[in-house]
């Protein structure tokens, strides 16, 4: 990652430059003073390449008097949402191979600016852990931003309560983005007790815990795999109200339940071949939910919040779950699993009904790469949004749309109706699917709606925004690390 730093707006004598002009075309005064310095060089430039200011445009000019590169930006129309966090992305994008560059934002806001370099943190990640012969020229070197500011000391604050954010942002890029060779559960869970050091009180159950406690729904996935499943327990406790600075008990928290199948080969009802090895990122959710975890507890939130992730493998063995058999999930309920490719739904459902009953937190959200349903319906533009409270259905979409992470609402109906019905087994409680491809985001959802009781509970079926198969404005090809900004945003609307 690139050390961003905040000065004062004082011309660089050389170097690589970076100038946003907007649609008004006008210089800030900084700009103004590069124009002058290059006998009004930049205008001439810009006239010449039809520049027009707009968001994605640009305008290069190689060794302009002493400087080494001066790349004009359009930064679009004033007060654009998020319009300076993607002039930052985009900085990021065009100046990968140069190791310093000074950024003129002078003409922006504190706030503003801390946005510009966290796009820019954001579109810079990297992981390169693995590529162990790329050529120098293969290699990103951007090591130093100066951010020009007329507020540096404001923006540098404003700044790092995002770094917090961009921090917990990066860690579920790297989990999501490493192979299921190396980050398998038990892996997993070391990774999560690492957040100890930021405060978060960090609990792990193995598979004797969980046989005991009783979630045969979740270790009927783990059975077939040589890697044994975890559960993770991440607490915050940041309630100021909390008297005992100790608190062993969080105090009606808000909690965050992740889908974490390390990898999901469909176990018996084995997926096809081609393309199983996105399945690796199966377990975006959980590493969403650890990443929001490292976030709130990194920007020292003020609540308490707890966050839950099953931790499994879905493989095919002698051992493993056949299609038709029946479990007792932890909620007592039974499941007649017919598709055991329909495995997140039922270790979601056991970690579910034990964050309701021992935390008895007033919200509940999950997130899951669930079904290939929601991308069916939503592409990869949306996460699909359930929830059995309206309230919090528009909380939700609202966070996301502050930080560009986009829900779009799907339906849910009470027990017993339309699609609910669908899930009704002759033998069972129920059945882990309905009864045929049609609306299959929604029986899912439908699913975990009988482990989440009567508190208030979303579910947000990530499968089409974890991973992106091109680049975005602040996300490079790869994991997104979708879930924690939205999430961490949300966060904030229950903060004192």
């Known amino acids: 990652m690139p050390e961003i730093t905040f000065a004062k707006p004082v011309l660089p004598e050389d170097g690589v430059l970076v100038a946003p002009v907007g649609e008004t075309l006008e210089f800030s005064p900084l700009g103004a003073a590069l124009n002058e310095a290059l006998e009004n060089g930049l205008k001439r430039a810009l006239e010449a390449a039809d520049f027009t200011g707009k968001a994605g445009g640009s305008a290069t000019l190689l060794a302009p008097g002493g400087y080494k590169r001066v790349l004009v930006l359009g930064a679009g129309k004033p007060g654009a949402p998020r319009g300076a966090e ?69 923006a540098a604050a404003a700044y790092e309560r995002l770094s917090a954010v961009a921090k917990g942002v990066e860690l579920t890029r790297d989990l999501v983005t490493e192979p299921a060779n190396v980050l398998f559960p038990a892996e997993f869970a070391a990774r999560c007790e690492k957040l100890k050091k930021l405060g978060v009180k960090v609990e792990v159950l193995g598979q004797k815990e969980l046989d005991e406690l009783g979630f045969g729904a979740l270790l009927a996935v783990s059975q077939g795999s040589a890697r044994e499943p975890r559960m993770v327990v991440m607490q915050w406790l940041g309630d100021p109200a909390h008297e005992d600075k100790k608190a062993k008990k969080p105090k009606a928290p808000l909690a965050f339940i992740g889908k974490g199948v390390c990898f999901d080969s469909g176990g018996i009802s084995i997926k096809p071949a081609a393309g199983m090895e996105d399945m690796k990122w199966d377990m975006a959710g959980a590493g969403a939910v650890t990443g929001l975890m490292a976030a709130i507890a990194g920007r020292k939130a003020k609540l308490d919040v707890v966050g839950l992730i099953g931790l499994v493998e879905n493989m095919p063995s002698g051992t493993a779950t056949r299609p038709g058999d029946v479990v007792t999930s932890y909620s007592g309920q039974t499941v007649e699993i017919l598709n055991t490719d329909a495995e997140g739904r039922l270790v979601l459902a056991d970690v579910l009904h034990y964050a309701n009953t021992r935390f008895e937190p007033r919200l509940m959200v999950d997130l899951a790469t669930l079904t290939g349903a929601i991308i069916v319906g939503l592409g990869h533009e949306y996460a699909g949004l359930f929830a059995n409270d309206d309230e919090l259905a528009g909380q939700l979409a609202k966070a996301g749309e502050a930080v560009g992470e986009k829900l779009w609402r799907m339906p849910l109906v009470k027990k017993g109706e339309s699609y609910d019905k669908e899930l009704n087994s002759p033998i069972a409680d129920v059945k882990n699917i309905g009864g045929g491809r049609a609306g299959g985001s929604i029986t899912a959802a439908q699913f975990l709606r009988r482990f989440v009781g009567e508190t208030k509970w979303a579910h947000l079926d990530i499968a089409g925004v974890a991973w992106g198969a091109k680049d975005g404005a602040v996300t490079p090809k790869g994991a997104t690390g979708f879930g924690v900004r939205l999430l961490d945003e949300f966060v904030k609307g229950y903060e004192g």
């Open 86 to 154: 993607a002039l930052g992305g985009a900085i990021a994008a065009a100046l990968a191979k140069e190791e310093a560059v000074s950024v003129l934002a002078d003409g922006m806001s504190a706030e503003e600016a801390a946005a510009l370099a966290l796009g820019l943190r954001l579109r810079a990640y990297r992981f390169e852990k693995y590529r162990t012969t790329l050529k120098d020229d293969e290699k990103a070197k951007l090591a130093k931003v100066v951010v020009l500011s007329h507020a540096p000391k404001e």
